[in-house]
């Protein structure tokens, strides 16, 4: 993806955030954004939705498939971010030069990746990974779940992860997740049960959802890994058991934790979406992790079960 910015700090954000790949072989398909603000010379301020109508994301989808394109509108900027499938060209309209919304400063441009991968076949997923040795699992549920924290626990107890909150994932003869962003989203104390003493922890500003971002190449020396093959699905709660328990799950049950916030959260391809993600929860063995209160042990366990050696109940 090229992406042209009239504003040096959306540019910067992306720089910092975005996962840079280094594939030696030249890409498949290629897209092209265009990021403006209202604050450069010659772009007007983006136009607001004639609110006296209502407003229907559903129907404003389905206006904008029909003539092949994806789209979302921010009421609170106002901003839109505008995709054409046939030509893969974007356009990001702000008002102001980082009048993204909200929840985009962890991930930006991430309704464009997730549109111009979708096209390409692949998916932008809203779930956490963990692996060893290549051998990774998907880790799925709700905001609130236990995803980030279980990610980071087993980030910084000798696990690897591709990321905590978005993953790119590719369909083949085995499913690989790849890396996307860079950035780890923790609350204070999160971070610190994880066994993490940054000196600054208290001054960092927290994000729309209360959570602190940062890199996870400074958070531990190997950062993220850029792929892995997943090979289960790990459905986290937080139980407050005495020690981790991972338990065998229905698919059904997979799918309905899988699907809902991977599809709801990047709009456009809702119905092929659904399709991918419950072709993954029939492949994919499913279960359900019952955390204990100790990072260093969740780690151990989640390592044992990926080699294939840990405890199970079926």
């Not at 600054?200 to 093959?229: P, Y």
């Not at 065998?248 to 991918?276: C, K, M, N, W, Y």
Request: glycine content about 8%; overall charge negative.
């Amino acid at each position: 993806m090229t992406v042209w910015f009239t504003s040096e700090a959306f540019a910067d954000l992306c720089d910092r955030t975005l996962v840079e790949r280094k594939d030696e072989e030249p890409p498949a398909a290629h897209a092209h954004v265009y990021a403006m603000d209202a604050e450069a010379d010659g772009w007007e301020a983006p136009a607001r939705w004639d609110e006296r109508t209502g407003f229907s994301s559903r129907e404003f989808d389905r206006i904008l498939a029909e003539c092949g394109q994806r789209g979302f509108y921010h009421h609170d900027a106002p901003s839109w971010q505008l995709y054409d499938r046939a030509t893969a060209v974007g356009v990001q309209t702000l008002p102001a030069q980082l009048a993204i919304p909200p929840w985009e400063f962890g991930s930006p441009l991430r309704l464009f990746l997730h549109w111009a991968y979708a096209a390409a076949g692949m998916r932008l997923t809203h779930a956490a990974t963990l692996g060893l040795n290549g051998r990774g699992a998907l880790i799925a549920g709700p905001s609130g779940s236990g995803k980030s924290g279980t990610a980071l626990a087993g980030l910084l107890n000798g696990l690897d992860s591709v990321g905590d909150d978005y993953v790119l994932l590719e369909d083949g003869p085995s499913l690989m997740a790849h890396s996307v962003f860079a950035m780890l989203k923790q609350d204070r104390e999160g971070f610190r049960r994880a066994g993490v003493a940054i000196a600054e922890l208290d001054a960092r500003e927290v994000n729309w959802r209360g959570k602190i971002e940062l890199d996870a190449a400074k958070l531990c020396a190997t950062g993220l890994a850029s792929r892995m093959a997943v090979h289960a699905l790990l459905l986290p709660v937080i139980a407050r058991a005495s020690r981790t328990e991972v338990e065998r799950i229905a698919s059904h049950e997979a799918a309905l934790a899988l699907a809902p916030s991977a599809v709801f959260q990047l709009p456009g391809d809702a119905t092929e979406g659904f399709r991918f993600f419950a072709d993954i929860a029939k492949r994919l063995p499913a279960f359900r992790v019952k955390l204990s209160e100790d990072p260093v042990e969740i780690a151990a366990a989640i390592g044992a079960f990926l080699e294939g050696t840990g405890r199970r109940v079926d």
